[in-house]
């Protein structure tokens, strides 16, 4: 089973790398962008083939390792 | 109009951060991950109301900014 996590930071953290694609893209003449946010995408093949289960590890994998839950939101989002 | 663009590294390129995190869920004990591959999520907001246009224009932002086609894939989601 493939999953895929979706990390992104919490919509009150200031987000830089954000500010500065925003910037670049108003320099390179792209208008009326706002609100851009960077986060990550994590793909992961597991040998699971039960979804809960396969959730559950998931979950657990974000909160020990993969986002910082301080500051970071994740979404679990299971393939196949 | 929102958009979330889906960067990931093209499958023949070696992703050394993704074996990292590969190998620090085997040091926690998470059995049977494999293929784990690390990419970007970008959200912006778009003034743009047209589908087809704001598509257009994200793909046009993704060639000269957001990823390198050279290494990279991406996939453009259009939200609301």
């Known amino acids: 089973m493939k999953a895929r996590v979706h990390i992104t930071l919490r919509p ?3 987000d830089p790398q954000g500010n500065a694609i925003e910037g670049a893209l108003a320099g390179l ?3 009326g962008v706002s609100g851009v946010r960077q986060g990550k995408v994590i793909e992961l093949e597991l040998a699971d083939t039960d979804e ?3 959730r559950s590890k998931v979950e657990d994998m974000c909160k020990k390792l993969l986002a910082n839950p301080v500051m970071e939101n994740y979404e679990i989002e299971l393939v196949g």
Chains 1, 2 share one sequence.
């Open 12 to 14: 009150s953290i200031l």
């Open 29 to 31: 003449g792209f208008e």
């Open 52 to 54: 809960a289960a396969a």
